[in-house]
């Protein structure tokens, strides 16, 4: 949460005008277009922009590719511009530095988290990515390294002193947000599958709760600069 007691929704891996409208309504700040063929969310970068065309100056518009190439980048700048690059895959220190030059644009690193040895892997991307986004790891037989529903224990990240700003995903829905807040602390959350009715089709009531738990984990909690030191 930032200093106001803010938190970052980003609804992800939206397909169609329904889900755009929903996230939109609740006030979710990001929205995730996923560019990555074996995804029951892929779309190309042609729908992405119309899906995002009520998108731009209400929340900001996250592209989702994994280890992309130039050409790759390149469509999706040229026909979606979005604000963030959600780098989901192998993506080096390098990679996401050039990526950053090349288009001027905020990153958003994934860090694959399943034990406390995974985190040791945000290191070269400090001062590097604007964002880390920590995510449950994927089992190796999976055919995606997300989206899939999976949690993490928030616990590894409880009392770290994490790099700011920093996300949290992985197998969240309206009934655990809250909790996966109160212990990891992040800056925001992001959610795909807690908030689908099937792979790749998103509730408009299921976002609405998603965002309302979040908006109220935040009046909870309180603005950090507005606690009592105790
Ligand atoms: O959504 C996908 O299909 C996807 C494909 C490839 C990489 C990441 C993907 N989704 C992202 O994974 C996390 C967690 O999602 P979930 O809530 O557990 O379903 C999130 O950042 C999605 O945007």
């Known amino acids: 949460m930032n200093q106001s007691g803010h938190i970052d929704v980003k609804i992800c891996g939206l397909t169609d005008e329904t889900a755009v ?28 922009a119309q899906l995002a065309a009520p998108v731009r100056g209400r929340a900001r518009i996250v ?19 979005p604000d963030i690059l959600q780098l989901h895959g192998r993506e080096s220190p390098e990679r996401v530095a050039q990526l950053k030059t090349r288009y001027n644009v905020e990153t958003m690193k994934v860090i694959a988290v399943r034990e406390a040895a995974d985190l040791a892997a945000v290191e070269p991307y400090l001062g590097v990515a604007d964002r880390i986004l920590f995510d449950a790891k994927a089992p190796a037989a999976a055919s995606r390294p997300g989206g899939l ?30 909790a996966a807040i109160g212990i990891a602390r992040p800056d925001g959350v992001d959610v795909s599958s807690g908030v689908e009715a099937r792979p790749g089709e998103k509730d408009p009531a299921a976002i609405a709760r998603f965002v309302e738990a979040v908006r109220r984990t935040e009046r909870t909690l309180g603005a950090p600069s507005r606690r009592k030191a105790s």
């Open 149 to 178: 529903g999976i949690r993490f224990d928030w616990h590894l990240l409880a009392g770290l002193d994490l790099p700011r700003p920093c996300m949290l995903s992985g197998g969240l829905d309206a009934e655990v947000v809250a």
């Open 63 to 81: 592209s989702l590719t994994v280890d992309a190439d130039d050409l790759t980048f390149d469509a999706i700048f040229h026909t979606l511009g």
């Open 21 to 48: 409208a929903a996230s939109l309504g609740a006030g979710a700040d990001m929205l995730g277009f996923v560019f990555f063929p074996p995804s029951p969310r892929h779309v190309d970068p042609a729908r992405a």
